[in-house]
């Protein structure tokens, strides 16, 4: 579902699914901003070489749409899991984070990784995860142990917490697509469980290289944890941010001709 933002004549996306009325998300792309190229124009990463005053004015936009302070995490491909409440800091170091607590907004940062949302169909907790390859497969900077991946990290920490996790959602937003994801033999390996299942989302290239599926991994690894009732993203064209230049930033894509890449941002978060 496409969502008009107030005040600008951009416009985003805003998670069809049936969720609670207290939970609400929003995935923001590269239109309605004031960055300038090659972080046209709604880049909200500042990490990535833009001008630090434009990204806090594209960063107060997205507050201003959403009516929560969304919450920005150091992201570094890994599996560590943080619980965000009002009080919460920016810049924690962490791919995925949850709350119960209205006012403030998970955030995950994304330009060709896959944004995962996550909510209690009871209406009583959010969360959200940055799922790249490394992050999925548990290989990351904050893993060291092949299969503990950042979806079972997050599920673990909703659990020591006493959240209950027997009535759940997923929201996949746009990523690398399955027809621009080529990786090495090792990324396979880093997934293979010996299933047929697993071995078909990675396509084998004539020079030893795969095309891999990475919005259909994170529904084999949600749907390990229980999670079946999965929306959004589901491989195809229109969700993949290296074909769709003019709505989606791509690190991929763009940072091979320019240099550099912006990023977007998936939200979501409760209501009073």
């Not at 579902?1 to 009325?21: F, G, K, V």
């Not at 170091?93 to 996550?118: E, K, N, R, T």
């Not at 009583?124 to 995860?129: K, Y």
Request: net charge neutral; charged share 20%.
């Amino acid at each position: 579902m496409i969502l008009q933002m107030q005040n600008h004549s951009a416009q985003w996306i805003e998670p069809d699914w049936p969720t609670h009325p207290r939970v609400r998300a929003l995935m923001t792309n590269r239109k309605g901003g004031v960055s300038a190229a090659p972080w046209d124009s709604m880049n909200l990463g500042d990490h990535v070489g833009d001008r630090a005053a434009d990204v806090l004015t594209n960063r107060e936009r997205l507050a201003a749409q959403i009516g929560q302070r969304p919450v920005f995490l150091q992201q570094v491909h890994g599996t560590a899991c943080v619980q965000l409440t009002a009080t919460t800091p920016q810049g924690l170091v962490a791919d995925a984070c949850w709350s119960q607590d209205p006012g403030v907004a998970c955030a995950i940062m994304v330009a060709d990784c896959l944004p995962v949302l996550l909510a209690d169909a009871a209406g009583r907790w959010v969360a959200a995860a940055h799922a790249g390859w490394r992050g999925l497969a548990g290989l990351g900077a904050s893993s060291h142990t092949k299969g503990l991946g950042v979806l079972e990290n997050l599920w673990a920490d909703l659990q020591r917490a006493g959240a209950d996790v027997s009535e759940v959602m997923a929201w996949l937003g746009p990523c690398i697509g399955p027809q621009a994801f080529e990786v090495g033999p090792e990324v396979r390996d880093a997934f293979d469980d010996g299933s047929a299942q697993l071995q078909s989302l990675f396509k084998p290239k004539d020079d030893g290289k795969f095309m891999a599926d990475l919005a259909w991994l994170a529904r084999l690894r949600l749907q390990a944890l229980g999670v079946t009732r999965v929306f959004g993203n589901d491989s195809s064209l229109p969700w993949c941010t290296v074909s769709n230049s003019a709505l989606f930033f791509s690190h991929r894509r763009d940072s091979r001709s320019l240099g550099q890449s912006g990023r977007m941002a998936a939200c979501i978060w409760l209501d009073r």
